[in-house]
């Protein structure tokens, strides 16, 4: 059948990640200049930097939609490859290269929906096709 | 002029022609925020009277008040606030995992030094579940690692070593000299590690011996060390257990701890709290006591204490949903709950904000209080991360141009005096 493609068909697949919060100073900063609203703090904030393996086991590439499901919730974020911990010449000496099944996403309400923070979540990643959620989409019962 | 962007609370501030100089990314959004809420009632806006009169009233009807937050206001607003709070039986919580070790220093417990303390003498800094370089920018230059000091006068080249303890290889890993990875899961088999490397007995663990005991050879050797506590160290390691590290750390050097957050005046709550007479209440447990205390150091000890004997406690590391469930009435002062715990809008308790900055809690607030910001369009003063009480001039007059300002500042209320509005009508 013209127009239609047999992996449509099929999930995506996943991967179990941890999920572990990080501190990024440009988007406390888009909080500051723009509000908690802005697209310019949203983007900053919906992002998971995730490891080449693990990105490619889902079949994501950097900048394609990513679902998180934790027990708590589900997000959709960018996915982000990550440089990993191999450019550090200390670390790389004590074998700390890579982090496959870690996923780092910065401090904010996206990261919160999966679970209490900054203790590190369990969730399972997969490629996505859906949109980014504003805040007051994420959250029931919300009014800007 | 003095930044209230971070918990170093910078004081060489100057502002100009709209520029902020020499702050950092966060202290030039925050003294430039533009980005403020009108006074709302169930999300109409309404006048500033208005607002605080209806929060006057929910906060009089309330059976379970909780106040939360704190930390990004003035000394004099946290003062009147606890007054607030004995007043209407209310219980504090600061929401910060800092509380416990902030509580350590403030007794005692541990030994803690000024910030220029470590510039001059600090040889080993370990940045422990904390990355400044994102949360504090100025931190590295102006105190821990780069400036030159008094006994350091090689700086960072030949005189400090600076490492990282963390989860991730963060910026701040990127510049220390060594860094140490931490395993989920095995935040505190790391410290037991640690200690019994300190004694020089090949530790049995998750991580490399080789490298715990080469860190051990590291602090042993400090002639003055600093540890900087982030939130990955007092999140994940038990606070009696960062007691005994640093014990064991001073029978060999001369060691010192810093809690690095980031509420600018988080410090002065906790001693603000424990130096009044306050009714706690503990939002885990729904317990309430009454401490009766003055202000003496002694006797502040004795109220830590005695606290700890009856099993409730002021601070709590992190706020859960469930003990936002006993309250029928939450107010937030400078404190994002919704950012924290999206769940909270579910919750069957009315919501009142005073913040300076837009918040996502406004999304699911009964009441906005809108208020000047410490240090920017108020004065005040606030308590440095080190303990270091610090004056905060106005950087702008409410309503008018302040040094270098824009003039299309509006004028905003003081939270002090909203506080004190609320200890009048209630």
């Given at each position: 059948m013209p127009g239609i493609k047999i992996d449509q068909f099929l999930a995506a697949p996943d991967r179990e990640i941890t999920v572990v919060e990080y501190q990024d100073i440009f988007q406390t900063e888009a909080a500051l200049k723009h509000g908690k609203f802005s697209k310019e703090y949203q983007d900053l904030s919906t992002v998971i930097l995730l490891d080449p393996a693990d990105l490619k086991k889902i079949g994501a590439s950097d900048g394609d939609l990513v679902k998180i499901s934790s027990e708590h919730g589900t997000v959709v974020v960018t996915a982000k490859k990550s440089e990993g911990d191999t450019k550090h010449e200390v670390m790389a000496k004590e074998g700390h290269q890579g982090h496959p099944g870690v996923g780092y996403m910065p401090a904010s309400v996206w990261l919160n929906i999966l679970g209490s923070t900054p203790a590190p979540v369990s969730a399972k990643v997969s490629r996505s096709q859906q949109k980014i959620y504003t805040v007051s989409e994420l959250i029931p019962g919300f009014k800007v | 002029m003095t930044c209230t962007g971070c918990a170093l609370l910078c004081d060489d501030i100057d502002v100009h022609d709209g520029e902020v100089r020499p702050a950092c990314r966060i202290g030039a959004a925050h003294i430039l925020n533009r980005h403020q809420v009108d006074p709302?009632?169930?999300?109409?806006?309404?006048?500033?009277?208005?607002?605080?009169?209806?929060?006057?009233?929910?906060?009089?009807?309330?059976?379970?008040?909780?106040?939360?937050?704190?930390?990004?206001?003035?000394?004099?607003?946290?003062?009147?606030?606890?007054?607030?709070?004995?007043?209407?039986?209310?219980?504090?919580?600061?929401?910060?995992?800092?509380?416990?070790?902030?509580?350590?220093?403030?007794?005692?417990?541990?030994?803690?030094?000024?910030?220029?303390?470590?510039?001059?003498?600090?040889?080993?800094?370990?940045?422990?579940?904390?990355?400044?370089?994102?949360?504090?920018?100025?931190?590295?230059?102006?105190?821990?690692?780069?400036?030159?000091?008094?006994?350091?006068?090689?700086?960072?080249?030949?005189?400090?070593?600076?490492?990282?303890?963390?989860?991730?290889?963060?910026?701040?890993?990127?510049?220390?000299?060594?860094?140490?990875?931490?395993?989920?899961?095995?935040?505190?088999?790391?410290?037991?590690?640690?200690?019994?490397?300190?004694?020089?007995?090949?530790?049995?663990?998750?991580?490399?011996?080789?490298?715990?005991?080469?860190?051990?050879?590291?602090?042993?050797?400090?002639?003055?060390?600093?540890?900087?506590?982030?939130?990955?160290?007092?999140?994940?390691?038990?606070?009696?257990?960062?007691?005994?590290?640093?014990?064991r750390l001073n029978e060999f050097s001369d060691f010192r701890i810093l809690p690095l957050h980031s509420q600018y005046n988080l410090r002065s709550i906790a001693a603000v709290k424990t130096a009044a007479t306050v009714t706690t209440t503990d939002v885990a447990t729904g317990a309430t006591t009454n401490n009766t205390t003055n202000n003496t150091t002694n006797t502040t000890t004795d109220a830590a204490d005695a606290r700890e004997q009856q099993g409730?406690?002021?601070?709590?590391?992190?706020?859960?949903?469930?003990?936002?469930?006993?309250?029928?009435?939450?107010?937030?002062?400078?404190?994002?709950?919704?950012?924290?715990?999206?769940?909270?809008?579910?919750?069957?308790?009315?919501?009142?904000?005073?913040?300076?900055?837009?918040?996502?809690?406004?999304?699911?607030?009964?009441?906005?209080?809108?208020?000047?910001?410490?240090?920017v369009d108020m004065a005040g003063t606030a308590v440095r991360l080190d303990g270091v009480e610090i004056d905060l001039p106005c950087i702008m007059e409410t309503g008018q141009a302040g040094v270098g300002m824009p003039t299309d500042t509006p004028t905003r209320m003081s939270d002090a005096s909203i506080m004190n509005r609320l200890l009048e009508a209630v």
């Open positions: - | 709302m009632v169930n999300h109409e806006i309404v006048s500033i009277d208005d607002a605080i009169g209806h929060a006057a009233t929910l906060l009089t009807d309330a059976k379970h008040p909780m106040f939360l937050g704190f930390g990004n206001s003035v000394t004099e607003t946290q003062e009147i606030g606890v007054r607030l709070a004995e007043k209407i039986g209310a219980g504090i919580d600061t929401c910060s995992s800092h509380a416990h070790l902030i509580d350590d220093i403030i007794h005692n417990r541990v030994r803690t030094c000024a910030l220029s303390e470590v510039r001059d003498m600090a040889d080993v800094i370990l940045f422990w579940g904390a990355d400044p370089m994102n949360t504090h920018p100025r931190l590295l230059s102006g105190y821990a690692y780069y400036p030159r000091g008094k006994n350091r006068q090689h700086g960072w080249e030949e005189d400090r070593t600076a490492i990282t303890i963390d989860v991730r290889r963060s910026h701040t890993a990127s510049i220390c000299k060594g860094m140490h990875k931490i395993v989920f899961g095995h935040e505190a088999e790391f410290v037991d590690a640690l200690m019994l490397a300190l004694q020089n007995k090949v530790p049995k663990t998750v991580y490399d011996s080789k490298q715990v005991l080469k860190l051990a050879g590291t602090l042993k050797k400090a002639e003055f060390g600093v540890i900087f506590a982030g939130p990955g160290l007092v999140e994940s390691v038990p606070h009696d257990a960062i007691i005994r590290l640093m014990d409730v406690g002021t601070q709590t590391s992190k706020i859960t949903l469930n003990s936002l469930r006993e309250a029928d009435c939450i107010l937030c002062v400078g404190f994002d709950l919704i950012s924290s715990l999206p769940q909270a809008c579910d919750i069957d308790a009315r919501i009142i904000i005073i913040d300076p900055n837009e918040t996502l809690t406004a999304g699911c607030a009964d009441v906005v209080i809108p208020c000047a910001a410490g240090g």
